[in-house]
T-cell receptor, first 109, second 116 residues
Framework: GQNIDQPTEMTATEGAIVQINCTYQ??????LFWYQQHAGEAPTFLSY????GLEEKGRFSSFLSRSKGYSYLLLKELQMKDSASYLC??????????FGTGTRLQVFP | GAGVSQSPSNKVTEKGKDVELRCDPI?????LYWYRQSLGQGLEFLIY????????KSGLPSDRFSAERTGGSVSTLTIQRTQQEDSAVYLC??????????????FGPGTRLTVL
């Protein structure tokens, strides 16, 4: 079966660091994606991991451990505009993405 | 255009009517995907196209749902005899690569379908 788990909601303070975890159980693995989705808008691509380790891109970093079926998205120097839903998605051996339900992050001043 | 476009942006229909949702992918993208996002739910895969063929239709919820793609570009998702449970945001995405590489999927703004 397929299962992707993320926390439903998280809150953080402007300027802080937040880590959003994602665990997955899928029949195959060919990459993990993180997307950001503001309310009422389309998801936008943030990061991609296919090998173990950390991928850093500005204020955002994403980590993957394939043996543990685990990833996290790290957001540094949080800004109010980072308030959004963060979607973890796994590509199995085919090309479709299996999405988690998303983590709604609220950043407070 | 520069990104994926979808039309209409909003569609309200009566139960039992048919609807057509359109997606224009990024120019040159060979792969096209349809997803559905219901309130409070994650994105649910429906179908994807490589060129004009659909290798994976496994996500279509019922035989009321169908999709086609012509000319390797525009795709239409058709829902026949709509039901209230079909109400959702229908998202289209496209990507430039097939099978491998960081074929990032770029999403359109979606069509919000409301079935009364």
């Amino acid at each position: 079966g397929q299962n992707i788990d993320q926390p439903t909601e998280m809150t953080a303070t402007e300027g802080a660091i937040v880590q959003i975890n994602c665990t997955y159980q899928t029949s195959g693995f060919n990459g993990l994606f993180w997307y950001q989705q503001h309310a009422g808008e389309a998801p936008t691509f943030l990061s991609y991991n296919v090998l173990d380790g950390l991928e850093e891109k500005g204020r955002f970093s994403s980590f993957l451990s394939r043996s543990k079926g685990y990833s996290y998205l790290l957001l540094k120097e949080l800004q109010m505009k980072d308030s959004a839903s963060y979607l973890c998605a796994v590509r199995e051996n085919t090309d479709k993405l299996i999405f988690g339900t998303g983590t709604r992050l609220q950043v407070f001043p | 255009g520069a990104g994926v476009s979808q039309s209409p942006s909003n569609k309200v229909t009566e139960k039992g009517k048919d609807v057509e949702l359109r997606c224009d992918p990024i120019s040159g993208h060979t792969a096209l995907y349809w997803y559905r996002q219901s309130l409070g739910q994650g994105l649910e895969f429906l179908i994807y196209f490589q060129g004009n063929s659909a290798p994976d239709k496994s996500g279509l919820p019922s035989d009321r749902f169908s999709a086609e793609r012509t000319g390797g570009s525009v795709s239409t998702l058709t829902i026949q005899r709509t039901q209230q449970e079909d109400s959702a945001v229908y998202l289209c995405a496209s990507s430039s690569e097939w099978r491998g590489g960081r074929d990032t999927q770029y999403f359109g703004p979606g069509t919000r379908l409301t079935v009364l």
